[in-house]
């Protein structure tokens, strides 16, 4: 894969060695070029919140792995220039604008957003977008 889009479930996947942590950490160190929107900064700091708040990370931890993400070479897309077409597609698919900003941009590039989220992967299955989006689990 030259290009992909990157969301923050495949992102933490990867920082927190979840099921498909190899393959999410194979596409992270790929060498292809991985665009994301501005917004995963916030979601996947969320997630490490989250963690931390649970007590699977401490303070240290949090920090060091939203420094590790930040220091990815992605490509970075503003929300804001998506924020129109990602609106539109969520009023159409019923996703989140959150999901759609990810496949707006997926669709800008001509590219596959890789997402580790099942249920997003398979509420698009079957629709005209199904090419924009690829599960995780499939990368091998």
């Known amino acids: 894969m030259k290009r992909c889009v990157l969301d923050a479930s495949t992102a933490a996947v990867a920082f927190f060695r979840e099921r498909h942590a190899a393959a999410a950490r194979s596409l992270l160190t790929s060498g292809a070029d991985l665009h994301a929107p501005e917004l995963i900064a916030a979601e996947l700091a969320n ?33 804001r220039e998506m924020a129109a077409t ?47 989006v690829m599960w995780i689990g499939d990368l091998g």
């Open 47 to 79: 997630v490490i919140w989250k963690r931390r708040r649970q007590g699977e990370i401490d303070a240290d931890e949090a920090a060091g792995l939203l420094d590790d993400f930040l220091n990815l070479p992605l490509l970075w897309a503003s929300s």
């Open 86 to 132: 990602a609106l539109e597609l969520a009023v159409r698919t019923g996703r989140t604008v959150y999901d759609c900003l990810y496949i707006a941009l997926a669709v800008r590039l001509d590219c596959p957003m890789v997402t580790a989220d099942k249920r997003l992967a398979n509420a698009l299955a079957g629709t005209p977008l199904a090419e924009y």
